[in-house]
């Protein structure tokens, strides 16, 4: 009853800047953070980015200076702003959201969305 839906990804060149955004929906009691994570071929998936309900922010360290992460409270979004691109940050990006789901209040239940393909080449 939770939904995520990404938007955003695409082919770019190195230094060159994306936006990606994230909408929750569906059966909500609240949501504690929204972030997002990546998987590159032939890696394990890891951290980029989070954002809490509090406002408190996390980066991974390699990203640190290029990515920037917000959200829109009132439409339950989450956007990655990803400037100085490198080939190196190719990768399918996985929004992530950790939601108290009205079906079972007393969870955190993490969700994720389908997950959006950037790249990065020239």
């Known amino acids: 009853q939770v939904q995520l839906v990404e938007s955003g990804g695409g082919l770019v060149q190195p230094g060159g800047s994306l936006r990606l955004s994230c909408a929750a929906s569906g059966s909500i009691l609240s949501i504690v953070a929204m972030g997002w994570y990546r998987q590159a071929p032939g890696k394990q998936r890891e951290f980029v980015a989070d954002?809490?309900?509090?406002?408190?922010?996390n980066y991974a360290e390699s990203v640190k200076g290029r990515f920037t992460i917000s959200r829109d409270t009132r439409l339950n979004t989450v956007y990655l702003q990803m400037n100085s691109l490198k080939p190196e940050d190719t990768a399918v990006y996985y929004c992530?959201?950790?939601?108290?789901?009205?079906?079972?209040?007393?969870?955190?239940?993490?969700?994720w969305g389908q997950g959006t393909q950037v790249t990065v080449s020239s």
């Open positions: 992530n959201a950790r939601i108290r789901p009205r079906a079972s209040p007393d969870w955190i239940v993490a969700y």
């Open positions: 954002i809490t309900s509090g406002d408190s922010i």
